[in-house]
């Protein structure tokens, strides 16, 4: 016997959407509702084996229905901007599937569902009807089931007519007899005022239809009742022809149109991949890379050992080669050289280390500045391969810092990202070629070779696709003139490493385990008895019930004792602020005294940090092994951590260079609001200024209490802060919060007005840019979610600030580095964190260094507003300071 299967695609995909979370792939696609979908889809292909199969749409927000009743379906939310969105991929993935899908202007898509059902019983098909909605059930019969969802998307139950009789005592006709007596608020029919289900299906076993209960009023149970039954007649039987299925919609196709003989793996497994459903791909049976469009699979490579070197020295004198280096370690800093390999885009060679360094023309090569070199991760090639003894010069293009450039939301730059993007894949992660963890192997001989071959391949196929997509969009300057020109400042820097004294950090940790000691002392004092202060369970035990202070938040396991939690009970008892504290003591013992430690290089006394270049989506630097960035610097005992770096060279200093308030000059030059721009040019204290305006007093009447509420409001201003966001940094009311930005608005219009325009043009062009044209799409501008759209608004306001900054201290580092070489000073710059750059001088050298950071810091881009930078020297960071 054939089977038909017909799918209410809207109930099915709204179900979906709303059961899983708001899912997107790694292009901010949103994908919940097509995941779920294609789960049930599959689900059902695989279970009822169907020869027919139709996915049936609602095609319009009007049917012939709202001729009857205007007010249909009249009370709906407005359908999220982000399920609309997935229902054209849903689409595309039947037709993947080879699944036929239909919707019809004036019909909704139970009338398609009721009209093909009935088609198919009178032609002796079975029929599955798969939906979410109540009202199909009316279809049900001898060769009519219908499987309806429930919580979650892939359960359903099963009914036919023995399942309906058992679950509601009705024949299918009865219940749209049983809609129009209770209605249904989903759809905005009216049904009978005061009579739910339970009532309706008493009324249906004693009357049958609506008719029948209307017909025996006078016998109906209470006074009420009867009541409102005679007074919506009218509205009974209205709602009982909104329920009904129309079952001779006008089809312009038959069944034989609806065939299905099974889905081709090789057609949905590249929608599957570009909608990342990894999990549904294995299902499948298909390789997650079903079709390699690059060639990088067929390509070959020479590998070459120490005796066939001379032959190929001919190969080195192109203009341009890709190169790739294999290491050991993510961290290039402890990692061993593998091999390396090179490419033309016609040959690959391969050597392992020993052959590579002991090639006297590729050493000659890679000194070669004249020689371009495009590669992957230029900074850490460089890093690697001097820390192996080989200088190397002549890199004009990085892959890594392309793909980061055009694409700076995307969090996956990894090589067989970067080609998963550009050309839908030929290159697997490292982790599905060497394995993960426990089971990963290293490579060796001709599997090596290949594999790296690929990745050369890779970076000489992508490098004119990339550069050409900097061009276009006029990133061609911030990659050349900046991003490329940092990596080797940072390769310089990583190299160079910072001294730590190591007997110092020692004396710090003990004098913190001290400290710690003394607070547990304290927060049990106040406590009256004796606790395990990391215990959540104990402390939350202490403060809710033996303290009784109020209860904010539970978790599965009791009481919440989270940092957020803790700092809003603060000003209720002494204890909560002892117990803060003792955590953040705690933290610098474990995450800095600790960590440094374990960092410090034993051949050199030093840490390397790696800094990351292609991360942060604002072109801010961060670090890691250790993370300097971090350095927690509110506490004095966060502070004194910064006495344990020292100058690598006896009687030689640290020196200091801090942009002052560098985001607040930003604004006051991209804003230009005439009151900002005249402190700035006066040098005024910016907080102590604001607070002027925002509380409406003269400078001596500023406290110190109204200065941090004003620098709160300037720092929250530069990144979008709403009045809530304000009043939890504050501790203060929403009201007052919302009163104080009100207040520096009307202070400070030109910023308003800036803001607004950041907004607009961002709707507009779906991005926004910093001075130095660097770009940050926001996709989620339009969101019809209100808090991803306002997360995108306040992003467009602050990349601009955040991004400009973090543009002149890239920009000020170069020039610096370049200076100190052209001078040819003995001064080198060791760090960078935030608006900080730190230097270790020769004592004679510490007046020019002075003067030459002022003059570059201060002069690398040209604003409305003087640039500030505050230099101190010190025989510690901490003394700098």
Same mark, same amino acid.
């Given at each position: 016997m054939d089977k038909l299967v017909l799918i209410d695609g809207n109930?099915?995909?709204?179900?979906?959407?709303?059961?899983?979370?708001?899912?997107?792939?790694?292009?901010?696609?949103?994908?919940?509702?097509?995941?779920?979908?294609?789960?049930?889809?599959?689900k059902v292909l695989d279970e009822e084996k169907p020869s027919h199969v139709l996915v049936a749409f609602d095609a319009g927000k009007t049917t012939f229905r709202h001729r009857d009743y205007k007010e249909y379906k009249g009370k709906r939310d407005k359908t999220p901007g982000e399920f609309s969105e997935q229902i054209p991929l849903i689409k595309e993935l039947l037709d993947a599937f080879g699944i036929r899908h239909f919707e019809l202007d004036q019909y909704e898509a139970d009338d398609i569902i009721g009209t093909l059902s009935r088609q198919a019983e009178e032609k002796g098909f079975s029929v599955t009807i798969v939906t979410g909605d109540k009202d199909l059930l009316q279809l049900v019969s001898d060769n009519v089931q219908l499987l309806m969802t429930k919580k979650g998307v892939t359960d359903a139950d099963r009914y036919d007519l023995q399942k309906l009789k058992e679950k509601y005592g009705l024949k299918p006709e009865q219940i749209i007899d049983l809609k129009g007596l209770m209605g249904d608020p989903s759809d905005n029919i009216p049904g009978i005022p005061g009579v739910g289900e339970?009532?309706?299906l008493k009324l249906l076993k004693q009357f049958e239809t609506v008719e029948g209960v209307l017909e025996?009023?006078?016998?109906?149970?209470?006074?009420?009742?009867?009541?409102?039954?005679?007074?919506?007649?009218?509205? #009974?039987?209205?709602? +009982?022809?909104l329920a009904t299925i129309l079952? /001779?919609?006008?089809?312009?196709?038959?069944?034989? =149109?609806?065939?299905?003989?099974g889905f081709e793996a090789e057609r949905v497994a590249p929608l599957l991949k570009k909608l990342e459903f990894k999990s549904l791909l294995e299902r499948i049976g298909a390789d997650e890379?079903?079709?390699?469009?690059?060639?990088?699979?067929?390509?070959?490579?020479?590998?070459?050992?120490?005796?066939?070197?001379?032959?190929?020295?001919?190969?080195?004198?192109?203009?341009?080669?890709?190169?790739?280096?294999?290491?050991?370690?993510?961290?290039?800093?402890?990692a061993e050289v593998l091999a390396v390999t090179l490419s033309d885009g016609k040959q690959r060679l391969f050597m392992?280390?020993?052959? #590579?360094?002991?090639? +006297?023309?590729?050493?000659?090569?890679?000194? /070669?500045?004249?020689?371009?070199?495009?590669?992957? =991760?230029?900074k850490a090639t460089r890093v690697v391969l001097e820390r192996h003894g080989l200088e190397s010069k002549g890199y004009t293009f990085d892959v890594l810092l392309a793909s980061y450039l055009i694409h700076p939301s995307e969090s996956g730059h990894e090589l067989s990202d970067i080609m998963e993007r550009k050309r839908g894949g030929g290159l697997p992660e490292d982790d599905a070629v060497y394995g993960k963890g426990a089971k990963r192997r290293q490579l060796e001989g001709k599997e090596l070779a290949e594999h790296l071959a690929r990745k050369t391949e890779a970076i000489y196929q992508l490098k004119p696709e990339l550069e050409r997509e900097l061009e276009e969009n006029n990133l061609d300057s911030l990659f050349r003139d900046l991003e490329l020109p940092v990596a080797h400042v940072l390769a310089r820097m990583e190299m160079q490493g910072v001294k730590v004294d190591r007997d110092r950090l020692r004396e710090i940790g003990e004098e913190l385990e001290e400290r710690l000691q003394e607070l547990t002392e304290k927060i049990h004092g106040l406590a009256g008895t004796e606790f395990n202060i990391n215990s959540p369970k104990q402390l939350g035990e202490i403060?809710?019930?033996?303290?009784?202070?109020?209860?904010?938040?539970?978790?599965?396991?009791?009481?919440?004792?989270?940092?957020?939690?803790?700092?809003?009970?603060?000003?209720?008892?002494?204890?909560?602020?002892e117990i803060l504290h003792y955590r953040q003591v705690g933290k610098l013992i474990s995450t800095y005294v600790e960590g440094l430690l374990k960092e410090i290089d034993d051949s050199t006394g030093k840490i390397h940090t790696?800094?990351?270049?292609?991360?942060?989506?604002?072109g801010r630097l961060s670090s890691s092994d250790p993370n300097l960035q971090n350095i927690p610097v509110r506490l004095e005992e966060g502070r004194r951590l910064r006495q344990v770096f020292i100058p690598s060279e006896e009687d030689w200093l640290i020196l200091s260079a801090d942009y002052s308030q560098i985001e607040l000059r930003v604004l006051a030059h991209l804003s230009g609001d005439e009151n900002l721009l005249e402190a700035f040019r006066k040098d005024m204290d910016i907080h102590t200024k604001t607070a002027m305006d925002v509380f409406g007093v003269s400078e001596d009447e500023v406290t110190s209490l109204m200065r941090r509420q004003a620098k709160a409001v300037n720092f929250g201003i530069v990144y979008g802060i709403s009045d809530y966001g304000l009043s939890q940094n504050l501790n203060i009311p929403r009201k007052e919060a919302g009163e104080f930005i009100r207040r520096y608005f009307d202070s400070y219009p030109g910023v308003k007005t800036y803001m607004d325009e950041v907004v607009r043009k961002a709707k507009k062009d779906g991005y926004v840019t910093t001075m130095l044209h660097r770009r940050r799409y926001l996709p989620e501008i339009h969101s019809r979610n209100y808090n991803r759209r306002s997360f995108a608004e306040r992003t467009a306001m602050n990349t601009p600030i955040q991004g400009s900054a973090a543009d002149i201290i890239k920009k000020a580092m170069v020039q610096m580095e370049e200076r100190l070489e052209r001078e040819e000073m003995r001064a080198r710059l060791l760090l960078q964190v935030h608006d900080e750059l730190i230097f270790e001088t020769p004592k004679e050298e510490v007046e020019l260094l002075s003067k030459r950071v002022r003059q570059v810091m201060e002069g690398p881009v040209e604003l409305s507003v003087p640039l500030k930078v505050d230099v101190n020297t010190g025989k510690t960071w901490y003394e700098a300071k």
């Open positions: 109930s099915i995909a709204f179900r979906a959407f709303f059961a899983l979370p708001l899912l997107q792939n790694k292009k901010g696609t949103y994908t919940n509702a097509v995941y779920g979908f294609t789960m049930m889809l599959m339970k009532t309706a025996n009023t006078d016998n109906l149970p209470g006074k009420k009742l009867k009541e409102r039954v005679a007074a919506n007649r009218r509205d #009974a039987i209205l709602s +009982k022809e079952c /001779d919609v006008p089809l312009d196709f038959g069944l034989d =149109d609806l065939k299905y003989e890379s079903p079709h390699d469009t690059t060639g990088l699979e067929a390509i070959s490579v020479e590998m070459i050992g120490p005796e066939e070197t001379s032959q190929w020295e001919d190969f080195l004198r192109q203009e341009a080669l890709a190169l790739f280096v294999e290491r050991s370690d993510e961290n290039y800093h402890r392992d280390w020993e052959t #590579a360094k002991g090639w +006297k023309a590729f050493r000659d090569w890679l000194q /070669d500045g004249k020689r371009e070199k495009w590669c992957y =991760d230029v403060l809710f019930d033996k303290l009784n202070l109020p209860v904010l938040k539970k978790t599965k396991t009791g009481y919440s004792t989270s940092a957020d939690v803790l700092e809003k009970l603060a000003p209720q008892h002494e204890i909560v602020g790696r800094f990351h270049q292609a991360i942060t989506a604002t």
